[in-house]
């Protein structure tokens, strides 16, 4: 999710975290099951391998950045591509990540790095009346060489952890195995664009927006085109001033990616668990 959507769903969480912000902060690393290291902000900023790095365009700044940074390559050690990884921010939102870009150190590629912000010079505040990007913010360098999307910059970061695909432990959510490959596609784009804040058939860690397949699926109910235009821009369709679902143009969400997207939703209408 890019940080525009990322903004509105902030909006409805409590500023408990806020003022921690800027002093030290703790990253809890859980590289295996059950084995949490605790890495301060002093511990981090210590490891040999922290850099300066400059960011020309920053997805959650929107503009240009340096930061102090550890290679997320290296503070993944240890861990195998294709592993899913999320990062949980202080107000409980989970970036779902594959680890494979993450641990990707090739010169032609783009580089994940972990920023850290440093206790005595805070970063700006992410827009009025909100908190930075800290404690901890995943930051790319040439992100554009490997086609990195604003939702791989997960900021105020207090969590990382190697988990099992979301798959293994929602088995309700993913389609039949012997499903098409544009359904399976469209489970690959739920997964990236939309499981943050939606759950299927009552599965999945988010709790933002309603499910989309228990009682109906919206491909049920939305006739014609009114689906994809309510995906494109929710306001469009229907307009009030809460609304959090955020629009998803075709740049976030390409048009084939959102043609998968849709068949994995029909797809799914078959496949209902009634809890
Ligand atoms: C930031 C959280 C968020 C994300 C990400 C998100 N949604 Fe939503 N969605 C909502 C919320 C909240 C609603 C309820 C309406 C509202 O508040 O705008 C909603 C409503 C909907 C509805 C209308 C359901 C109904 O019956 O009214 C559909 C369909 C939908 N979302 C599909 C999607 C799809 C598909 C994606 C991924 C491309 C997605 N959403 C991503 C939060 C989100």
């Not at 890019?2 to 975290?17: D, P, Q």
């Not at 990707?104 to 580089?111: D, E, I, L, V, Y």
């Not at 664009?193 to 109910?221: F, I, K, S, W």
Request: proline content about 10%; glycine content about 6%.
């Amino acid at each position: 999710m890019n940080t525009a959507l990322r903004h509105l769903a902030t909006g409805m969480v409590a500023g408990c975290c806020w003022l921690a912000a800027a002093n030290a902060a703790e990253l809890h690393l859980e590289l295996a099951p059950g084995e949490v290291q605790s890495l301060s902000t002093e511990q981090l900023l210590a490891r040999p391998d922290v850099q300066t790095i400059s960011i020309p365009e920053d997805v959650a700044y929107k503009r240009a950045m340096t930061y102090r940074a550890v290679p997320m390559a290296a503070l993944l050690a240890g861990v195998v591509p294709a592993t899913p990884v999320q990062m949980v921010a202080l107000d409980g939102f989970v970036a779902e990540l594959d680890s494979t870009p993450l641990l990707n150190t090739s010169p032609g590629a783009a580089r994940a790095w972990l920023a850290i912000e440093e206790p005595g010079e805070p970063w700006p505040a992410l827009g009025p009346d909100r908190p930075s990007a800290g404690p901890f913010y995943m930051v790319w360098t040439q992100p554009e060489a490997s086609g990195i999307r604003p939702e791989q910059w997960p900021y105020q970061t207090a969590e990382v952890r190697i988990t099992t695909s979301l798959a293994e432990r929602f088995p309700a959510m993913p389609p039949a195995a012997t499903a098409d490959d544009t359904v399976q596609r469209g489970w690959k784009a739920f997964q990236v664009h939309c499981v943050v804040c939606h759950t299927v058939n009552r599965q999945g860690a988010a709790a933002m927006g309603p499910d989309l397949n228990v009682p109906h699926n919206p491909t049920e109910y939305f006739a014609g085109d009114f689906l994809r235009q309510y995906i494109r821009d929710p306001a469009a369709l229907r307009h009030w001033p809460q609304g959090t679902m955020p629009a998803f143009d075709a740049n976030i969400l390409p048009d084939d990616e959102l043609d998968d997207l849709l068949a994995y939703l029909k797809h799914m209408a078959g496949r209902k668990v009634m809890p």
